[in-house]
């Protein structure tokens, strides 16, 4: 099939004018265009060109005033409020088609978040989830989206751990000190040893030498014994220590806690373990064993405990209050029993008062009620131990000191008699005279304290 022939230019139709008559007043016609008929070749060009698109609408007049409206325009700034400032608005006709409609901003369009969402992620899912409408209402989208907001997770808390018995937190401490403690110095090698290591068979001594072998190995009995002694019974020692709280106190509670410890450890570990259960200064605390107090220096060892110890544990106010009471209970039956004229007189002509008072002061070191003072004077004479009940007068304890300090004869009874309204030798106790018919309890004095006399000239 050959090509198709190029169309060509439309050809400019002619105009055919012709000029009528003007009329009889001298008027000018108009004249007439009347354009010749088409012919079927000028046809087909038409419907040729109609195939074509033809932009008439844009010329040089357009292209210019576009130019001139993009340089009138402001230059871009880089500041960021001027960016944020929006452009002027333009005024703009309301057309019919938008009349009667409220426009919502822009800000209504986007997803609502609530602020009492727990995390992050339930934010987002409820910002997608949702979508702001027209009329202010929010549309949620349905429950099987994708969309849809997410059950609410439990609530963040911390669960309180499960509480400890006491048990269980006395030995975690133990372990805690036991492990912080200084490590025991490893024990020095012993003759033995140094034997087994080096025979002396061979060896020939010197008669020194040998004489001090002889002793050596003599003493080597005994060393064993105490070694036996010392390292009698296991190495875990099983303690029962009883809280003894005060009798006055209406919501004390005595309980026992068992304690597992090794024989040759100290006891500063469990003193420390009783004061922190029982909220009481280590200084405070005092801890007895069949009676007699035991320090925080002291071992399982040296007491001689086996494998079980039953110890007390209290407060000093406790333990001074528990020994008034043991006090009390001894010298009601002595007092009692005692008649009243067999009391000697102070003052009479015999000369057995002075060593009735000092029998008195000077008590048999068996009775577990006594203790000793130490007692001293200003005027340059030597220190005078005692040992006392606390039942002994505060007169006797004076008597007592004058005549071991040979003063006996210088501050005769008669003299003091008469002198008592002026003062005379009298005892001191925290700067407090005594009186000299009370007793030394009173004064609340402990096994080696110090006190001092006044009045000696």
Same mark, same amino acid.
């Given at each position: 099939?050959?090509?198709?022939?190029?169309?060509?230019?439309?050809?400019?139709?002619?105009?055919?004018?012709?000029?009528?008559?003007?009329?009889?007043?001298?008027?000018?016609?108009?004249?007439?265009?009347?354009?010749?008929?088409?012919?079927?070749?000028?046809? $087909?060009?038409?419907?040729?060109?109609?195939?074509?698109?033809?932009?008439?609408? %844009?010329?040089? !007049?357009? %292209?210019?005033?576009?130019?001139?409206?993009?340089?009138?325009?402001?230059?871009?700034?880089?500041?960021?409020?001027?960016?944020?400032?929006?452009?002027?608005?333009?005024?703009?006709?309301?057309?019919?088609?938008?009349?009667?409609?409220?426009? &919502?901003?822009?800000?209504?369009?986007?997803?609502? +978040?609530?602020?009492?969402? /727990?995390?992050?992620?339930?934010?987002?899912?409820?910002?997608?989830?949702?979508?702001?409408?027209?009329?202010?209402?929010?549309?949620?989208?349905?429950?099987?989206?994708?969309?849809? !907001?997410?059950?609410?997770?439990?609530?963040?808390?911390?669960?309180?751990?499960?509480?400890?018995?006491?048990?269980? #937190?006395?030995?975690?401490? =133990?372990?805690?000190?036991?492990?912080?403690?200084?490590?025991?110095?490893?024990?020095?090698?012993?003759?033995?040893?140094?034997?087994?290591?080096?025979?002396?068979?061979? #060896?020939?001594?010197?008669?020194?030498?040998?004489? %001090?072998?002889?002793?050596?190995? /003599?003493?080597?009995?005994?060393?064993?014994?105490?070694?036996?002694?010392?390292?009698?019974?296991?190495?875990?020692?099983? =303690?029962?220590?009883?809280?003894?709280?005060?009798?006055?106190?209406?919501?004390?509670?005595?309980?026992?806690?068992?304690?597992?410890?090794?024989?040759?450890?100290? *006891?500063?570990?469990?003193?420390?373990? +009783?004061?922190?259960?029982?909220?009481?200064?280590?200084?405070?605390?005092?801890?007895? *064993?069949?009676?007699?107090?035991?320090?925080?220096?002291?071992?399982?060892?040296?007491?001689?405990?086996?494998?079980?110890?039953?110890? $007390?544990?209290?407060?000093?106010?406790?333990?001074?209050?528990?020994?008034?009471?043991?006090?009390?209970?001894?010298?009601?039956?002595?007092?009692?029993?005692?008649?009243?004229?067999?009391?000697?007189?102070?003052?009479?002509?015999?000369?057995?008062?002075?060593?009735?008072? $000092?029998?008195?002061? $000077?008590?048999?070191?068996?009775?577990?009620?006594? *203790?000793?003072?130490? #007692?001293?004077?200003?005027?340059?004479?030597?220190?005078?131990?005692?040992?006392?009940?606390?039942?002994?007068?505060?007169?006797?304890?004076?008597?007592?000191?004058?005549?071991?300090?040979? &003063?006996?004869?210088?501050?005769?009874?008669?003299?003091?008699?008469?002198?008592?309204?002026?003062?005379?030798?009298?005892? %001191?106790?925290?700067?407090?005279?005594?009186?000299?018919?009370?007793?030394?309890?009173?004064?609340?004095?402990?096994?080696?304290?110090?006190?001092? #006399?006044?009045?000696?000239?």
């Amino acid at each position: 099939m050959p090509p198709k022939p190029r169309p060509k230019a439309r050809p400019v139709a002619r105009n055919v004018s012709s000029n009528t008559s003007a009329t009889s007043n001298g008027e000018s016609s108009t004249s007439r265009r009347t354009p010749a008929e088409k012919s079927a070749r000028e046809k $087909e060009l038409d419907q040729d060109d109609a195939f074509f698109l033809r932009n008439r609408n %844009i010329d040089w !007049k357009k %292209i210019d005033r576009h130019e001139r409206e993009v340089s009138a325009q402001p230059p871009a700034s880089s500041d960021p409020e001027d960016s944020d400032a929006s452009p002027p608005a333009r005024k703009r006709h309301k057309t019919g088609k938008n009349k009667g409609k409220d426009v &919502l901003p822009e800000w209504t369009k986007n997803g609502v +978040i609530e602020l009492d969402s /727990s995390s992050d992620e339930e934010r987002g899912a409820k910002a997608k989830g949702t979508k702001a409408t027209k009329n202010g209402r929010d549309d949620i989208s349905p429950a099987g989206s994708q969309n849809n !907001k997410r059950p609410r997770s439990r609530s963040r808390s911390l669960t309180p751990p499960p509480q400890l018995s006491q048990a269980q #937190i006395q030995n975690a401490r =133990l372990a805690v000190r036991r492990a912080l403690a200084d490590t025991v110095r490893a024990p020095s090698p012993t003759a033995d040893d140094w034997e087994g290591e080096q025979s002396q068979d061979t #060896i020939v001594l010197d008669p020194e030498l040998a004489a %001090i072998q002889e002793r050596v190995r /003599s003493s080597q009995f005994l060393q064993g014994e105490r070694s036996n002694g010392r390292g009698g019974g296991p190495e875990i020692v099983m =303690l029962k220590v009883k809280w003894k709280p005060h009798p006055q106190d209406p919501d004390g509670e005595e309980d026992t806690v068992q304690y597992k410890y090794r024989r040759r450890d100290n *006891f500063s570990v469990l003193f420390n373990e +009783i004061a922190d259960s029982h909220e009481v200064p280590i200084a405070s605390l005092v801890v007895t *064993f069949e009676g007699l107090r035991v320090f925080s220096s002291s071992t399982p060892d040296s007491l001689k405990v086996w494998a079980e110890a039953e110890m $007390e544990a209290c407060d000093k106010v406790t333990f001074d209050f528990l020994r008034a009471q043991r006090l009390q209970r001894s010298q009601a039956p002595t007092s009692s029993g005692q008649p009243s004229g067999s009391q000697p007189k102070s003052g009479a002509k015999s000369g057995g008062g002075d060593s009735d008072s $000092e029998t008195e002061v $000077e008590s048999s070191a068996e009775d577990d009620d006594t *203790f000793k003072l130490t #007692i001293r004077s200003g005027t340059g004479v030597k220190d005078v131990t005692l040992t006392v009940r606390p039942s002994t007068t505060c007169g006797a304890i004076v008597k007592a000191f004058l005549k071991r300090a040979g &003063l006996a004869d210088k501050y005769e009874e008669g003299k003091s008699r008469r002198k008592s309204t002026a003062g005379g030798p009298r005892l %001191i106790v925290d700067g407090d005279k005594m009186d000299p018919a009370a007793p030394i309890s009173e004064a609340d004095l402990e096994d080696g304290d110090l006190v001092e #006399i006044a009045g000696l000239s």
